[in-house]
T-cell receptor, first 115, second 114 residues
């Protein structure tokens, strides 16, 4: 298994509170991604990073920010959590842009509930 | 822009029966195509991928998929379903030439009945 951990694995919080999710990798991969998974929507990309301090938005980035100060860590922050952000969040990594030899590996997920 | 359509959000088969999960893609350039499996309360695991080397791709756990450009399809099959195949399956597309993102379908939940 790819060395990807996510913390916390489960979190319950209240509307309006800030929340930070952490993704940590031991593979030294260049790309890191945050997705959210919701029933009927599959996986949707929130933000991704293509290097330290280099990040870009995905399709559902509103209400989320990210930071990557080290190769191994990618943080996802909900500045003021809302109930619509209740979801399962997955981190993923890939060595480089997709080619014949490259693929994306996923972490175990974080289940976030916003009350 | 690329997109993926998975036909059927739920598929139910009997143990030992053929598994067929459908995926159609849209891409203006040659795609890379992937099938991932997600077991309950777990992350996604790569089943197989198409990268233009061969149109019939074999993956783990006896699954295979065939890339059909004329039909823009990449359906996933397994000749004989096993109870342990019960999971959710996701098709995803990227584009050849250096894309850094995957676009996922909405998933198909497979139930295997004894």
């Amino acid at each position: 298994d790819a060395g990807i951990t996510q913390s916390p694995r489960h979190k319950v919080t209240e509307t309006g509170t800030p929340v930070t999710l952490r993704c940590h990798q031991t593979e030294n991969h260049r790309y890191m991604y945050w997705y959210r998974q919701d029933p009927g929507h599959g996986l949707r990309l929130i933000h991704y990073s293509y290097g330290v301090k280099d990040t870009d938005k995905g399709e559902v980035s509103d209400g989320y920010s990210v930071s990557r100060s080290k190769t191994e860590d990618f943080l996802l922050t909900l500045e003021s959590a809302t109930s619509s952000q209740t979801s399962v969040y997955f981190c993923a990594i890939s060595r480089d842009r997709f080619n014949s030899y490259n693929e994306q590996f996923f972490g175990p997920g974080t289940r976030l509930t916003v009350l | 822009a690329q997109s993926v359509t998975q036909l059927g959000s739920h598929v139910s088969v009997s143990e030992g029966a053929l598994v067929l999960l459908r995926c159609n893609y849209s891409s203006s350039v040659p795609p890379y195509l992937f099938w991932y499996v997600q077991y309950p309360n777990q992350g996604l695991q790569l089943l197989l991928k198409y990268t233009s080397a061969a149109t019939l791709v074999k993956g783990i756990n006896g699954f295979e998929a065939e890339f059909k450009k004329s039909e823009t399809s990449f359906h996933l099959t397994k000749p004989s379903a096993h109870m342990s195949d019960a999971a959710e399956y996701f098709c995803a597309v990227s584009v050849q030439g250096g894309s850094e993102k995957l676009v996922f379908g909405k998933g198909t939940k497979l139930t295997v009945n004894p």
